[in-house]
């Protein structure tokens, strides 16, 4: 597959699998139509939009290509025709998320690179694409955004990034920058949720207690 295929398969595979993330998170609340699939598109297009304003790529691709806003409802509309089945598995919304979020660091990640971006920058915006629209999903609904709380998630994404980022250095070709990225960030995130791995956290002191 020549490799701008690839990286708008990737794009619109993450668009997809994020959607179906934010309609289930949206669905648990209880919201409307409009909002289950208005969540969908944010939640899938929100780090895409992010990173293309940072990038100066505008207007950003996730507003003017009527294909992204396609596969988020589409996405949103299959979470509620099935959601019986989304339902019974034991972390929706965090396995959907966990692939949709290697998928976007990895497109990120080649966006701007593809761009002349230099490697630092290349790993923040891939980091920001994969984890910015679960932090506005996680505004919207009113609830502390999982990348600030103690689980292995922006993490998860920095290490795909920085695999694209050292493939894309030693010219490892089109599949060399895109499955290594893929595999660690999806497997470092759903081992974090199955064996309950967290970052550190640290603790308030007990009032009173010594300096």
């Known amino acids: 597959m ?13 668009i997809f699998v994020f ?19 208005a969540l969908a598109f944010v939640t899938a297009c929100g780090g895409g939009i992010v990173r293309d304003l940072c990038l100066g790529a505008l207007p950003p691709v996730g507003l003017a290509d009527w294909r992204y806003l396609a596969c988020a409802t589409l996405g949103a509309l ?19 998320d ?30 920001m694409t994969a984890v910015g629209g679960g932090i506005l999903r996680d505004m919207l609904l009113s609830r502390v955004a999982v990348v600030l709380e103690r689980e292995i998630y922006a993490s998860a994404a920095l290490l795909g990034s920085l695999l694209v980022v050292v493939g894309d250095r030693f010219h490892w ?18 081992l974090s949720l199955r064996f309950g791995w967290n970052m550190p956290r640290f603790g308030r002191r007990e009032a009173g207690s010594g300096s």
């Open 19 to 37: 959607a179906i993330s934010g309609a289930a998170a949206a669905r648990e609340r209880d919201l409307d139509l409009f909002g289950i699939v």
């Open 98 to 127: 966990a692939v949709g979020m290697a998928m976007f660091a990895v497109a990120g990640t080649q966006k701007a690179l593809g761009l002349g971006r230099n490697a630092e920058t290349a790993v923040l915006l891939g980091m």
């Open 2 to 14: 020549p490799e701008h295929a690839l990286f708008e398969f990737l794009d619109l595979a993450g």
């Open 173 to 190: 070709g089109p599949a060399g920058t895109t499955w290594p990225g893929l595999l660690a960030c999806f497997g470092l995130r759903y």
């Open 78 to 96: 299959a979470t509620l025709g099935a959601y019986g089945w989304v339902r019974r598995l034991r972390y929706p919304v965090l396995l959907f």
